[in-house]
């Protein structure tokens, strides 16, 4: 079974709404942490944001949030404000707590429109 | 600034030549990872070491192998490439400890295997 699944290959929106990256996940480990990387055409990854199972209130950094519901798995980015800087792919994903291995999900291209 | 460096952005070859791909982190992270990216099939693990000496392989290690004699330094090696080893290529590191702990990613290669 997927660990990560990301179910949008392609998202567009227009410049200065919200968009929401849709993540799952799958664990039975109760410690795990939920990371979202930005890969812009450059091809460099940029960590966005990070949301431990324990933590009790949503990540956010700045326009990022992450949208936590444990009980579903999901774990969805929000990006308030869209920019055109903000086209890029967007990868999530999740460390356990027993081992040092990450994994990511397919990611989702996100094209902003102005 | 932390740093993970690769040390080629590009690298055409030739079929059945032996690459190295060389991967440096100055943080002294305990964790190093080789990834493969291919369109649409996101990022893959190849090999990954917890430890100098030690590796584990990832889901995808058929082709490739691996080096860590110092803890900077991460090498993957493709001992005969091939046409199909043609892709990017994400070193990345991390700390061991707690889940919270992010990889941070070196630039990339892209590799074109003739």
């Known amino acids: 079974a997927q660990k990560i699944t990301q179910t949008q290959p392609g998202m567009f929106v227009q410049e200065k709404e919200a968009v929401t990256l849709d993540c799952t996940y799958d664990?039975?480990?109760?410690?795990?942490?939920l990371f979202w990387y930005k890969q812009p055409s450059s091809g460099e990854m940029i960590f966005l944001i990070y949301?431990?199972?324990?933590?009790?209130q949503n990540a956010t950094e700045g326009r990022y949030s992450l949208n936590f519901q444990k009980a579903r798995k999901s774990a969805n980015l929000v990006i308030s404000a869209s920019q055109l800087g903000d086209s890029a792919m967007y990868f999530c994903a999740m460390r356990e707590n027993t081992g040092n291995q990450f994994y990511f999900g397919t990611g989702t291209s996100l094209t902003v429109i102005p | 600034d932390v740093k993970v460096t690769q040390s080629s952005r590009y690298l055409v070859k030739r079929t059945g030549e032996k690459v190295f791909l060389e991967c440096v982190q100055d943080?002294?992270?305990?964790?190093m990872f080789w990834y493969r990216q291919d369109p649409g099939l996101g990022l893959r693990l190849i090999y990954f070491s917890y430890d100098v000496k030690m590796k584990e392989k990832g889901d995808i290690p058929e082709g490739y192998s691996v080096s860590r004699e110092k803890k900077e330094r991460f090498s993957l090696i493709l001992e005969s490439a091939s046409t199909n080893q043609t892709s990017m290529y994400l070193c990345?590191?991390?700390?061991?400890?707690?889940?919270?702990?992010?990889?941070?990613f070196g630039p990339g290669t892209r590799l074109t295997v003739t």
């Open positions: 943080m002294d992270h305990e964790n």
């Open positions: 949301q431990g199972s324990y933590d009790q």
């Open positions: 664990t039975s480990d109760p410690s795990y942490g």
């Open positions: 990345a590191s991390s700390s061991s400890g707690t889940v919270s702990y992010e990889q941070y």
